[in-house]
């Protein structure tokens, strides 16, 4: 494995934080306990890492920050690079048995990949006395404990906290100077959605002379998971949450699944009108996700994109567009809907993460892992892991205060600069509510945007809110579900596509609902209420 190898892999979503006050960066233990077990200045041990980083992130080689914390825990890591193909490398890799020392990345090794290949990862529950850093945060989150903690009580992969993000990852987006451009008011349901689309496709919506280069509407291909087509079902009252990437939400403490519900059928049926009538990007199902961004960023000052779903307008649309942007509150179904509009509610898996970085029980120097991933865990260096090195991304105030920094480069958007500078929001952290720490821009602004959202996101997190992230399944239990899923999605992907481009999701609903319970969604959901019913008598 190299050092630095430059590869490629897909990511989510971006973004930020904020904080109360310390005077010591937040760190709440003592410098001995801190650094405990650090280097002492002998010859440094040599690990091996594998981490599934984004796209954009430059080499770990060049970030400053790791460097440190490799120093300071008197390691010195052997790094391989994974920007693509993650789940597929990783499974040939874990049939090998032929490990890295640390797996490190957003939930790199999942709670099926423990049931599945037991024995080949090290339980971390008798080492942590070696990584207060990480014990502080168990005692004072005690919720970080729960996600790691497995059934029979094991710890194998530890999570992040990051906290201050705000409580949904999608927000709606519509060009307002387009809106103002052809006279047309803020749509507030579906119907005036397709009419201020339609309008938006005929009339030279961005005024640059040809009418045929817009695209009304966008987003990037598939069914669930963040900026997607589904929060339109809020519009029918269905709260998704943590994106509902596999269809599963709570309504009224039942479990249920919209891919099979027929609100989303109704859905699908108005997004087949839209595909019709040309105003959906028709490369939607074949663009990737740099594809989705790029065309949303125009040409100049000429936007592409009128209506579309994403993190942040900077993010979305580039520096210069996002102004005639405006973040919308969610679309009814109808004028005559009189229900709740609700949207995704993705609290937990915006400030939480589950299996961030994980060791092999192959791992010859077990101490040395420990230390390095104690320093992660520390104060100051975990606010690097998130936003990039301390100079250059970060200012140290010198009063025990510290401030995000703008993108070194005017013409990159905050979100991108974090991306590209550091393991981000992928990257295992404990960003402690003490530590004071000023946001930069784009974390300003997501919570301005977020605010036509406030109203809708006031959901019943008892009764509303799948907890996904604090639920442990058995293996058996993990198996069924992890086969079971698989075949459910490819059967909702492949028909979600060829409804909404060629139509037909009516007549062909029945036998679809049939084939998705053959394919074990009802067992799933029979799992899922079990051990929903069972969390939530313990709280």
């Known amino acids: 494995m190299k050092k630095a190898l430059k590869l490629v892999l897909t990511a989510c979503l971006c973004t930020a934080l904020i904080a109360g006050c310390s005077n010591n960066g937040g760190n709440q233990q003592s410098p001995e306990a801190g650094n405990a077990g650090g280097n002492t200045g002998g010859a440094k041990v040599k690990l091996t890492a594998i981490i599934a980083k984004h796209p954009l992130t430059k080499p770990l080689a060049e970030m400053e920050w790791l460097q440190k914390a490799e120093d300071a825990a008197g390691v010195d890591i052997e790094w391989q690079e994974i920007t693509a193909d993650w789940g597929q490398k990783k499974g040939t890799m874990l049939a090998s048995g032929d490990t890295p020392d640390l797996f490190v990345g957003a939930n790199v090794i999942t709670d099926a990949d423990f049931a599945q290949f037991q024995g080949l990862f090290q339980d971390l529950t008798g080492l942590l006395d070696q990584a207060p850093n990480v014990q502080e945060m168990f005692t004072s989150k005690p919720e970080t404990k729960i996600i790691a903690t497995q059934p029979d009580g094991k710890i194998y992969g530890l999570p992040k906290y990051q906290r201050f993000w705000p409580a949904s990852a999608t927000r709606q987006y519509i060009n307002q100077t387009w809106l103002d451009n052809l006279g047309l008011a803020m749509p507030t349901n579906w119907d005036e959605l397709y009419n201020v689309l339609v309008a938006f496709k005929e009339k030279d919506a961005?005024?640059?002379?040809?009418?045929?280069?817009?695209?009304?509407m966008d987003w990037p291909g598939g069914i669930g998971g963040f900026f997607n087509p589904a929060v339109l079902l809020g519009g029918l009252g269905i709260t998704l949450s943590d994106g509902s990437g596999q269809g599963y939400f709570v309504e009224d403490g039942k479990v249920k699944n919209f891919l099979t519900d027929e609100r989303?059928?109704?859905m699908v049926v108005f997004l087949n009108k839209l595909y019709k009538a040309g105003l959906i990007n028709p490369e939607v199902f074949t663009h990737d996700y740099s594809k989705f961004q790029s065309v949303a960023r125009g040409e100049g000052d000429k936007a592409k994109v009128g209506f579309t779903w994403g993190w942040v307008a900077s993010d979305r649309f580039g520096e210069q567009l996002a102004p005639q942007y405006t973040s919308m509150s969610p679309l009814k179904e109808s004028a005559g809907f009189s229900g709740k509009l609700s949207w995704s509610y993705d609290f937990s898996t915006l400030n939480y993460g589950v299996n961030?970085?994980?060791?092999?029980?192959?791992?010859?120097?077990?101490?040395?892992?420990?230390?390095?991933?104690?320093?992660?865990y520390k104060q100051e260096v975990s606010m690097q892991v998130l936003f990039g090195s301390l100079g250059t991304n970060i200012k140290d105030n010198g009063d025990g205060s510290y401030s995000v920094l703008p993108p070194a480069d005017s013409k990159m958007d905050p979100g991108t600069w974090k991306w590209t500078s550091t393991w981000a929001d992928s990257g295992p952290m404990y960003i402690a509510d003490s530590l004071n720490l000023t946001l930069g821009k784009d974390m300003q602004e997501v919570l301005v945007q977020s605010e036509p959202l406030k109203d809708a996101l006031s959901v019943d997190t008892e009764k509303d809110v799948f907890p996904g992230?604090?639920?442990?399944?058995?293996?058996?239990?993990?198996?069924?579900?992890?086969?079971?899923n698989t075949n459910v999605m490819n059967l909702a992907n492949t028909n979600f596509a060829k409804w909404v481009t060629k139509g037909g999701v009516e007549?062909?609903?029945?036998?679809?609902?049939?084939?998705?319970?053959?394919?074990?969604?009802?067992?799933?959901?029979?799992?899922?209420?079990?051990?929903?019913?069972?969390?939530?008598s313990k709280k």
């Open 206 to 216: 961005n005024g640059n002379g040809d009418p045929n280069d817009e695209i009304p």
């Open 356 to 376: 961030h970085i994980v060791m092999s029980a192959k791992t010859k120097n077990k101490e040395a892992a420990m230390r390095f991933i104690n320093e992660l």
């Open 507 to 536: 007549a062909q609903w029945d036998e679809y609902v049939k084939q998705s319970k053959k394919a074990g969604l009802d067992q799933n959901i029979e799992i899922m209420q079990k051990y929903y019913d069972e969390y939530m």
């Open 469 to 484: 992230m604090f639920i442990k399944y058995t293996t058996a239990d993990n198996n069924a579900m992890s086969l079971s």
């Open 264 to 266: 989303y059928e109704k």
